[in-house]
């Protein structure tokens, strides 16, 4: 069973009548659901997830005390701590006394916090060059189930993708990286026979690859043992796990600049098709430029072209 079912039906059973019979005055101003640094908020787990933090539980967001007061945090946390410990043969784990549970009451602003750096979510724009993208991942996957006044839904909403000049500069970064490490520097490791030098320049490649791809279609990245995963679920760049995942693990060092090369091609298409390059070249550096050239901010376009990465 998935995580989000798991939870869903959970909360569907115990959670919600809960909510409804002891804290109906609340309702209107709380948001429920799942999401955090779980795999099971992008629907990535499986099995071999279930060896750590797979529980039946949820989320209770509360906004600031001007509405919820701390004695009625106290009493929710009181009411979810009560909840059957098991279901569906899952257990949950106790909450901590100390906080930082995944599940249960949680402030609004303490996530906000732990995900953006600031407790009201106002971000200035070179903040978000320096925000990791998985957190904010954190903030805006899984679900919610209840969003009383539609504030919450609506903050994540606001997160759910990168502003467009900060997008442009990761992407310029990252475009850089790929021709440096792909296009320039695996070819003269490889023609010095230096083995460790040339595999350690396609993964750097492949990993500013992998983030590229994912600026492209406007997806936040997931940490990077879930990246590939992720990447087999764009829609337009999918294709490029394949030639990734062999470059990595099975080419011969021969091969290895042939699909350096598929790959950056197959990119820069997608660049061109989306009026973030017109330059004629293959070289991923050129489209580097021509993307920093599109940002609209002078200090975020003048900055270093590396200055997102």
């Avoid at 106290?74 to 098991?86: D, G, H, I, T, V």
């Avoid at 061109?272 to 376009?301: F, K, Q």
């Amino acid at each position: 069973m998935k995580g989000l079912e798991l939870c869903r039906r959970y909360y569907a059973e115990f959670g919600a009548p809960m909510l409804s019979a002891q804290f109906a005055e609340v309702l209107p101003h709380v948001a429920v659901g799942l999401l955090g640094p779980g795999s099971e908020c992008l629907g990535y787990d499986d099995d071999i997830s279930q060896d750590h933090d797979f529980e039946p539980g949820f989320c209770i967001f509360l906004p600031g005390e001007d509405i919820i007061d701390r004695r009625t945090e106290f009493a929710l946390s009181r009411a979810y701590a009560k909840l059957p410990r098991e279901f569906l043969g899952f257990v949950r784990s106790p909450l901590s006394p100390v906080g930082g549970s995944r599940h249960g009451v949680i402030r609004r602003e303490e996530l906000l916090l732990r995900t953006t750096g600031t407790p009201d979510g106002v971000i200035r724009l070179p903040q978000w060059l320096h925000l990791p993208e998985q957190s904010l991942l954190e903030l805006t996957a899984g679900e919610l189930w209840h969003d009383g006044d539609g504030a919450f839904s609506a903050l994540r909403t606001a997160f759910s993708r990168l502003p467009e000049d900060v997008r442009r500069k990761k992407l310029a970064g990252e475009l850089l990286l790929m021709g440096q490490a792909g296009q320039y520097n695996h070819p003269r490791c490889a023609a010095r026979k230096d083995a460790g030098a040339a595999a350690l320049a396609a993964a750097e490649f492949a990993k500013s690859t992998l983030h590229a791809a994912h600026l492209l279609e406007q997806r936040y990245m997931p940490y990077y043992k879930w990246a590939f995963r992720s990447l087999r679920g764009l829609p337009r760049l999918a294709s490029l796990s394949e030639p990734l995942e062999e470059l990595l693990c099975g080419a011969e060092s021969e091969a290895r600049q042939a699909l350096i090369e598929s790959v950056c091609a197959e990119l820069i298409a997608v660049l061109r098709a989306d009026g973030l390059s017109d330059r004629p070249e293959t070289a991923c550096e050129a489209h580097a430029y021509a993307v920093n050239d599109g940002i609209r901010d002078t200090a975020l376009r003048t900055a270093h072209i590396l200055a997102g990465v």
